[in-house]
Every structure is written in C-alpha cells, then in structure tokens.
C-alpha cells in the first residue's frame, strides 16, 4: 500500500470518527444547557414552595418537568456523555424540587419512575428535600403553628430513617451516604429547636394561667391598719 493510499484509507476511517465526536459534542452541548435550565428552575420551585404560592409551584414544575425531559432526551443516545456527572445532578434537584412540594404539601411522594429518574438521584433528591423542610419548619414555628412544624418534623424523620436502611457502595447510590450523613445534624438542631420552642410555649401558658387566677385571700381578714 503506497502512501497516498494508506492517507485515503485514513481520511476514510476518521470520518465516521469525526461525526461521532460531533454528534456527541452537541448532545453535551444541549444536554448542559437544559440541566443548568433545570436546576435553575429546580431553585425557582423550592423558594416558591417556601413562599407558599401554590399557583407558582404548579407553574414552576410544568417547566421544570419539561426541561428535564429535554436533558434526558438530548443525552440518551449518548450514555458516555449522559453519565459525565452532570445529568444525575440535574436529575438529584429536580427530585429534590417535586419531593419538596409533595412533603409539605402532605400529598403521595412520586416514586423515581414516575418522575423518571434514576434511583440514585431520586434518593439523593429526598434526604435533600428533607433537610429543606428544616426552613420550612422554621417558617411555621414562627408563625406560631407548632402542629405542622411536629407533622414536618415527623416528615425529616421518616425520611432519615429510611435512607439509614440503604447500604450500599457510593458507586451504586451515587454518593447517598454523605447526603444522608448531612441530613442527620439538621435533623437534630431542627428537633432541638422544635422541643425548645414547644417547652417554652407550655412555660409561657402556666404562667399566664397563674396570672389570671384571682388573688388567694388573706387568712383572718385584712390587719386593722388597713380597714
């Protein structure tokens, strides 16, 4: 085989190659975009779940839902560019965003393949929702309504517990154990600062229940000075 032929043989096989890479290319180029997209909108629904705007909420999940799926779309044919990191990412805030909404709103948790997911970054998603529910219990508490902020209480709790019962490697779960080892210290300043709050609202009642009773009367009537 002369040189020249073994150039052309070359150019020939490179090409497939080239298109490869391109294809590839842009498929990154669009997955990244709809995954920084996504967890842009991700935030924009967690602060309006805080604010409790519902109206926005439901607004805010239609877009993320969509972007999403432009993600996934963008990058399925991909799978060497799809598991680059920043696919599970967006995938991890968009669970995190929707699992929010269904824990305080007190309404069925959406499992990963409902939502579309892979396991890992659904269960990434939830111990993040649920240390999110610690400023929405803070919310409450100020507000006064201490029975949602023990049912939201309750929520972290379950949550904690179940993902305590996942053990397996960091390579399967994607990370989960040191999510869910974060989860644990605001868990616990979220249920002191519950408790302390609920003792001191009962200290608060007894001793407003003790200033409204009458005065004792005085034993053998009021000294003659004072007739």
Request: hydrophobic residues 45%; contains cysteine; charged residues 25%.
């Amino acid at each position: 085989m002369t040189g020249s032929d073994r150039a052309a043989e070359l150019a020939a096989l490179i090409g497939p190659v080239r298109a490869e890479f391109e294809a590839s290319h842009q498929a990154r180029e669009a997955g990244l975009a709809a995954c920084r997209r996504t967890i842009r909108l991700a935030s924009q629904t967690i602060r309006a779940v805080h604010r409790r705007q519902p109206d926005d909420v439901a607004a805010k999940q239609a877009e993320l839902s969509a972007s999403m799926r432009d993600a996934q779309s963008a990058l399925a044919p991909h799978p060497d560019v799809a598991f680059a990191g920043f696919l599970h990412d967006a995938e991890k805030e968009y669970a995190e965003a929707m699992l929010l909404a269904a824990l305080v709103d007190a309404t069925a948790l959406p499992d990963h393949t409902v939502m579309g997911v892979r396991a890992a970054a659904w269960l990434r998603g939830l111990a993040e929702a649920a240390s999110e529910l610690r400023r929405h219990l803070l919310d409450r508490l100020r507000e006064g309504d201490t029975a949602e902020a023990e049912r939201l209480l309750r929520a972290m709790e379950d949550v904690y517990d179940l993902l305590v019962t996942v053990d397996y490697p960091d390579a399967i779960t994607g990370g989960l154990r040191r999510t869910t080892d974060a989860l644990r210290p605001v868990l616990e300043r979220t249920r002191s600062d519950l408790t302390l709050t609920l003792v001191q609202g009962r200290v608060q009642a007894s001793l407003e229940r003790w200033a409204a009773q009458p005065p004792l009367p005085v034993e053998g009537g009021a000294p003659d000075e004072y007739l």
